[in-house]
């Protein structure tokens, strides 16, 4: 199956400066990969996601980036607010989307 | 119809007895999926439903773990025997075609003292 790999586990940033989190997957056949944030206490949330026609997307303050050949795709989160302290999670699915195969997480901490 | 609906939200149980828990999906929401997280872990895939089929399951769901989903609608996730590894939060996650993001429910934390 697929293996989703997720760094760094803990991220500290001052308030105003930029965040990125980085994941890989194994599988070449996914084709499908959303960023979960997770709140002490909440639910997982989506906050962007992108396929593997694209390399880019944005949302704001939030744009994902894929890089097929090298098997890796990152969150970047800019202009960080404490309120983008969260846990964020990673995720990868084949063609099926029978199943998230999820990153371990990165723990966010925007430092006022 | 406000997103996915889970109960309980909090269940402490003993070890070994039976425990079972709700979810109610999204109402156009064919796909339902059942996930488990422990602390400091991403979610861990369980099973998944298409309507009333469950069309697959992860090997960490032993024989002591079952669900359903009678008509393709609610969903029920029962474990038998219950033991303190059981102890997590279990998530069932719902979404209207394949490749598109879930919606999540709040959870079910479950203590096995």
């Known amino acids: 199956g697929e293996n989703v790999e997720q760094h760094p586990s803990t991220l500290s940033v001052q308030e105003g400066d930029s965040a990125v989190i980085k994941c890989t997957y194994s599988?070449?056949?996914?084709?499908?990969f959303p960023w979960y944030k997770q709140e002490l206490g909440k639910r997982p949330q989506l906050i962007i996601d992108?396929?593997?026609?694209?390399g880019e997307k944005k949302d704001q303050r939030i744009a994902v980036t894929l890089n097929k050949t090298a098997k890796h795709f990152s969150l970047h989160i800019t202009e960080t607010q404490p309120e983008d302290s969260a846990v964020y999670f990673c995720?990868?699915?084949?063609?099926?989307?029978?199943?998230?195969?999820f990153g371990t997480g990165t723990s966010l901490t925007v430092i006022p | 119809d406000t997103g996915v609906s889970q109960d309980p939200r909090h269940k402490i149980t003993k070890r070994g007895q039976n425990v079972t828990f709700r979810c109610d999906p999204i109402?156009?929401?064919?796909?339902l999926y059942w996930y488990r997280q422990t602390l400091g872990q991403g979610p861990e895939f369980l099973t998944y439903?298409?309507?009333?089929?469950?069309?697959?399951k992860s090997r960490l769901l032993s024989d002591r773990f079952s669900a359903e989903r009678p008509k393709g609608s609610f969903s029920t996730l029962e474990i038998q025997r219950t033991e303190q590894g059981d102890s997590a939060m279990y998530l069932c996650?719902?979404?209207?075609?394949?490749?598109?993001?879930?919606?999540f429910g709040s959870g079910t934390r479950l203590t096995v003292v």
């Open positions: 992108i396929r593997s026609n694209v």
């Open positions: 995720a990868a699915t084949l063609n099926t989307g029978n199943q998230f195969y």
């Open positions: 109402s156009e929401h064919n796909r």
């Open positions: 439903f298409q309507n009333e089929a469950q069309l697959e």
């Open positions: 996650a719902s979404s209207i075609q394949a490749n598109y993001g879930y919606t």
């Open positions: 599988d070449s056949a996914s084709n499908y």
